[in-house]
Structures are given as C-alpha cells and as structure tokens.
C-alpha cells in the first residue's frame, strides 16, 4: 500500500526462532573433547544424546522424569482395594440383612441367620456361598449386587474402554448377548492371527460389528492386540503383586461376578494376547505401597502406567545393541512425561539425523560412530592442541602453513605461472617491477614481475606408529594423550605430508593395524601382555611395502614385553617376569628393522626401571633415540620428532 513504511533489523525477540536446535559442530566438537580426554568413541556418542548438546533436553534427564513417576506410582495405593471393597459391602449387606431379620419371628428368619453366622471368614468364599441365598432385604440385596456388577464392570471396562457402559447393563439381556457374541468373535479373530492367517477382512468384518466396544479405532489386528495385550499385561502383574491369599481371593470374586462362560471366554482372550505379544512382563509384579485403596481398574491402571513407563525408561537407556531413537515412543513420552519431553525427544532425532545428514556420523550394527569427515575435524584439534605447545627451541620451530607436500625451498626462484601454488618471492619480484618501472613510489607490479621459489620434491616417509594399548595405559591416565598422539599424527600427514605413508600398530597381547576411526574407538586390552614383538613385526611389514620411503618407527608404552608370537603357531604366549625367550624375540625384530635401515625412537611413558634399562638398550642398539616425556608433552614430543625423523639417514 502506498505509504507503508518497512524496517528491518536484527532479531531481538528472544532465541532465533529460525536457528536450528543445537550447534552441530559444537556437538562434535563434544564427542572429540571426550576422546581425546581418553573416552570410548560409542560411549561419547551415547553420552551427547544423553547428557544433550549444551547440557540440555537429554536422554539422562526424561530418564530421571520417569523414574521419578515410577516412584509416585509406586505410592499411589493399596492394590488390595478391590477386595477391601467387596469386604466392606459385604459387611454393609450384612448388616442390613440382620436387621431385617431380627424383625421377623420365624423358623426361616432364625435359619437364615444360622447360615449368615456360618459364612467363611474369606470374603471370596462368602460371596460366591451367598450366591444362591434369598435375601430378606431389598437394601442388602442391592448391596450385595454391587459387589458383583461393580468389579464386573472395572474388570471388563478396564481391559475394553467402550465395554463400560454395556456391561452396566447388565439386566439388558441384548447387551449381555451383544457381549458374548463380542468376546467369541475376538478370541476366534486373535486365534486366527496367532496361527499367522490373512485376517484383514476377518478384523474389517469385526470392526463393523463390534467397533463400538473399542473407541481406540484401531486400524489392524496389530493394533487392536497392541491396545488390548498392554491392558490384560497390566491385569496379569496385578495378580502377580498381590500375596497369595489376596491373589486367590481376587481370583475367586472375579469369577464369580463375571460369571462361567464370561470368565473362561476372558481367560482365553489373555492366552491369545499372551502368545501374541509375550514380550509384556506379563510374569512380573510390583510392590506397590499407599494408604488409599484402589479399585481393581485403579490398580490395574497404576500397573499399566508403571509397566508403560518401564518400556519408556528402557527405549531412553539405549543400552541394547543398535538402539536409536526412533525406538523412543515419543506419543508414550508425551502421555506419560507431558508434550516439553516429547519435544526435547524430537530435537534429539533431528540432532542426529543432522549429524549424518551432514556426514558427521554412520551407524552400523552397533550404533553411531564418527565418519571420516568427522575424524579429520578431530584429527584437526588434536594437532593443533600439539602445536599449541610447540614453541622456537632445540627440536625448532614447526609452523603448518609453512610445511607441505610442495617441497623443500631450493634457493632458487623462477617467474610465476598460472596455478603455482609456492610462496611468492617477494625481493626478486619487486627488484623486477624497480627494474623495469623505475624508482618511482608506488612501485607498480605487473604480472610479469611475480616471482615463486622454487622446491624440490620432499622424500617420502613410510612411518609406523605402535601404541601400548594394554590395560596400564588407561589405568595410569596415558590413554587420553596417546590418542591424541596419534590421531594428530595421522592428520598432520595427511593434510601436510600426503605422499608419507602412516600405518598406526596397537599391541596389547597381540598386536593389530589401526585405521584412524578403529584407532578413535579402540578400548583397552583386558588381556595382560604387552607384544612389542608383534607390534615391531607388523611395523616391519609396512616398511617393506614403501622399500623407497624414508622408514620411520615410533613406539610409545609403558610397559616391558611380556609377550611374544610363538615360532610354532603364531599364538601370544604371556609371561610375567618377561621370559628370555620374549625379550630375544623383541631384539630380532629391532634388529631386522635396523638393518632394512628404519629410524627407530621410542618414548617412554612412566618410571619403571627395568623398562628404562631395557628400552635404553634397545635405542642404543638401533642407533635410536630414547624420550621419556610427560603424559601432557607426548603430542609436542612425537610430532617433532617425526618432523625430524623424516628427512632421515638416506
């Protein structure tokens, strides 16, 4: 409209609403700070989606919420309710019944009190034996009906919603036979499906006949069995939680008031629901506590929440293997936790499907695990949290943008051509524009002035790096830093030394090769038995693989050898103290390495002295060197001297 005027701005209404729900990056960025501090890769993973990006709106917290409502539910009453109600009609019933017999004088009003005065002490059994009595009383009369009709109707309405209002009437026979021909055609429809018959058109033909007693509407069989086995499941642990005198009192009212045949067409409808879904707890009970009775669809009701609550806490602990979240109900989340959960619930999901949207992590069958993509955004700060601590000294000055796969500076330069990538030769190229421009301020460059250095082509390395993954190493507080150690390695010769050849050997009692993301998720060896044989071994393998690259041998432990391979059939033999036999193993593989000409350094983690002396030995044997770093200087230590190690004896 002309005159509308329109202003634009930044948003100052609160949170973004546009921004998406968590900083992905930085939820990476979580996981990588929690193993290069030396957690498990899963277990990192796991954690983020427990604790939740930032802190907030985790698995770990709707956990605690629905352990907090189990609690309450465990409170919320005495499931013996239905029993004490039947008691104190009865007792009400009774009493009317006196009264009105103590007005009357006659040989039947006296006979009649003889049996009242007779009745078993167990409510049950006084009810059914009152079965047959005429009663003199119309108040009693009505009042013993209750007990019948009243746990009738919350047996049936609690396993069928829409059973309760027929079931009340129950002096129509129409509905009384509505019912009955109901619960026939339910059990024959579920035997049919136990049996893994086509029942879509039997279920559509029950639907259209009986879909009144079931407001749920649901769509299949599936569905109609998911509604009903949950509620007979909770019927079944109420049984199964109250003693064995309640349970057989329970037990003895409800068949009498739901009568023979109703009572045998509801216990075969819970062995269909129990063939057909038994994975429902259907054996266990629960020791529910509380001053205030419960009816029996009360109780049944606390039970189905508690059990509901149950498979809610067992889809957020995530423990089984290759659990996700989609196996989070998020309606059960938001029914039993409220709609906030379930929202928070859905954020996760997103969160992680962003994460591999944008190819952070992969599943396989055991769950999430980094990507490559994302190990090299890990690699990236354990090498820059290394060279954070380098600084200009003895093992000199090592800058990455300076360091690369162009070359060494040969001390010549040549005009710059269309895709060099060198560094610019700065003195010569302004010397050229001076020269052909003159003196003049500003000197005016052209194109034909530029001037690169040139290099030449940088050796190659073929470099092994053998990380001790025995038990000690965790234990001792080394994990973390190796780690990082060797991922900063890994990415140091990949982005900056890409025509090196890095192979990383992890040796406990055997040793294996380690790719980058195997490196990231490897756990400690429980095993005991440190191989440097077998780990110096695989080393020697790599080596002969790249027979023109500089050969490179990094070892890091903290432990001597206990172990070797044995010549026979190649299986690890342990032994503490370290065998001759082992240590004269370890010095054949040493010197094979020396002869094929490979630099080998080792870095001594913690104080032994027998290690010290054995390692020494070894070093001075290979024409090595020997490190024994601080756990927090093992990154700076490693890289340098791989920077130094590479250029090398040839």
């Not at 030394?497 to 998720?521: H, K, M, S």
Request: aromatic share 4%; glycine share 8%; with cysteine.
């Amino acid at each position: 409209m002309a005159g509308n005027r329109f202003r634009y701005g930044q948003w100052r209404g609160g949170p973004d609403p546009l921004a998406p729900p968590y900083d992905v990056r930085a939820a990476v960025d979580d996981v990588g700070a929690e193993v290069l501090a030396g957690g498990s890769l899963r277990e990192a993973l796991r954690n983020l989606l427990r604790r939740g990006p930032q802190g907030r709106g985790g698995l770990d917290d709707l956990a605690a919420r629905a352990r907090r409502l189990r609690r309450e539910a465990l409170r919320r009453g005495d499931l013996d309710g239905a029993v004490t109600r039947a008691r104190a009609l009865l007792d009400q019933a009774l009493a009317a019944e006196r009264d009105e017999l103590r007005g009357r004088d006659d040989e039947g009003a006296r006979f009649a009190e003889t049996v009242l005065d007779n009745l078993p002490r167990s409510t049950a059994r006084a009810v059914e034996e009152l079965s047959g009595y005429e009663w003199a009383s119309a108040e009693a009369r009505a009042t013993y009906q209750r007990i019948l009709d009243g746990l009738r109707d919350d047996v049936l309405g609690q396993r069928f919603a829409g059973l309760r209002d027929a079931v009340r009437a129950s002096a129509d026979p129409a509905a009384q036979q509505r019912l009955a021909e109901m619960m026939r055609d339910l059990n024959d429809l579920l035997a049919r499906h136990a049996r893994a018959e086509d029942t879509t058109d039997a279920f559509a033909e029950f639907m259209r006949r009986h879909g009144e007693f079931f407001p749920e509407q649901p769509r299949d069989t599936d569905e109609l069995v998911d509604v009903l086995a949950r509620r007979a499941a909770a019927g079944q642990r109420l049984m199964n939680s109250l003693s064995d005198r309640q349970r057989e009192e329970l037990a003895r009212l409800m068949r009498q008031s739901l009568g023979d045949r109703l009572a045998g067409e509801v216990a075969a409808l819970d062995a269909n629901l129990r063939t057909l879904r038994p994975d429902l707890r259907w054996g266990r009970g629960e020791r529910v506590r509380g001053e205030q009775p419960l009816g029996y669809a009360d109780a049944a009701g606390a039970l189905d929440e508690i059990g509901e609550l149950d498979d809610l806490l067992d889809a957020l602990e995530q423990e089984h293997p290759g659990a996700t979240l989609d196996d989070v109900d998020v309606d059960a989340v938001a029914r039993t936790l409220g709609r906030d959960a379930a929202d928070d619930v859905r954020r996760l999901r997103e969160l992680e499907r962003e994460l591999r949207r944008q190819g952070w992590v992969n599943r396989d069958a055991e769950g999430l695990t980094l990507s490559p993509k994302a190990l090299r955004r890990l690699g990236g700060t354990a090498l820059r949290r290394v060279f954070a601590d380098l600084t200009a000294g003895p093992r000199g000055q090592h800058d990455l943008r300076s360091a690369g796969a162009a070359g060494e500076v040969s001390g010549g330069s040549r005009p710059w051509e269309y895709g060099d990538e060198q560094p610019l030769d700065v003195v010569r190229t302004l010397t050229r524009a001076v020269r052909r421009s003159g003196t003049g301020v500003p000197v005016q460059l052209a194109v034909e002035d530029f001037e690169v250095v040139e290099t030449e082509r940088r050796a190659s390395a073929a470099v092994v790096l053998c990380v001790d993954l025995s038990y000690s190493m965790i234990s001792q507080g080394r994990w973390g830093p190796m780690k990082q150690t060797a991922l900063a390695l890994a990415h140091l010769m990949a982005t900056r030394f890409p025509q090196d050849a890095l192979q990383i050997v992890g040796f406990g009692r055997a040793a294996l090769p380690l790719t980058q993301q195997e490196l990231a998720a490897v756990e400690p060896d429980l095993q005991q038995g440190t191989n440097l044989q077998h780990a110096l071994r695989l080393a020697g393998r790599h080596l002969r693989r790249h027979p023109d690259a500089e050969p490179v041998v990094l070892v890091v432990t903290d432990g001597e050898p206990t172990a070797h391979l044995d010549p026979d059939d190649g299986e690890a033999l342990f032994h503490w103290p370290p065998l001759p036999e082992t240590v004269e193993a370890t010095i054949r593989e040493v010197d094979r390495l020396s002869r094929f000409g490979a630099t080998l350094n080792l870095f001594l983690l913690g104080d032994d002295p027998g290690l010290r002396r054995f390692m020494d030995a070894v070093a001075r044997r290979s024409k090595g060197r020997l490190f024994t770093p601080d756990t927090e200087d093992l990154g700076e230590y490693v890289v340098s001297d791989y920077l130094r190690a590479r250029h090398g004896r040839r």
